[in-house]
């Protein structure tokens, strides 16, 4: 079973900037439409970003707009995730998840969603 790796999660003063990047664990499988979710402590798992396959569509959460960034390098099969004027609140561990196939929809329901990486912690302090 593919996996998906994030990495650059971290400690960070209120108003800094994080950048995560998410890759598959199998470099010949292809990512397709892409998306970043984060888990609060107590909370459930909430859709933040998306990027579809040749990242000409994007989609973010109301928290996300404004400040965070989703991008993709094909040429690298790697998704971004770019995270400015961090607050407190950003607190959570971050997911990237991929779905099953080609040419599908961004969507926000964690269960569109089929390959799942562990997850980076990003915590935000005052």
């Known amino acids: 079973q593919v996996q998906l790796v994030e990495s650059g999660g971290g400690l960070v003063q209120a108003g800094g900037s994080l950048r995560l990047s998410c890759a598959p664990s199998?470099?010949?499988?292809?990512?397709?439409?892409m998306a970043w979710f984060r888990q609060a402590p107590g909370k459930g798992r909430q859709f933040i970003a998306g990027?579809?396959?040749?990242?000409?569509?994007?989609r973010y959460s109301d928290s996300a707009k404004g400040r965070f960034i989703i991008s993709r390098d094909n040429s690298k099969n790697i998704v971004y995730l770019q995270m400015d004027s961090l607050n407190p609140e950003d607190t959570a561990v971050y997911y990237c998840?991929?779905?099953?196939?080609?040419?599908?929809?961004?969507?926000?329901?964690?269960?569109?969603?089929?390959?799942w990486g562990q997850g980076t912690q990003v915590t935000v302090s005052l």
């Open positions: 998840a991929a779905r099953r196939a080609r040419f599908y929809d961004v969507t926000t329901s964690i269960d569109t969603y089929t390959y």
């Open positions: 199998v470099h010949t499988f292809v990512l397709n439409v």
């Open positions: 990027i579809n396959d040749n990242g000409k569509i994007t």
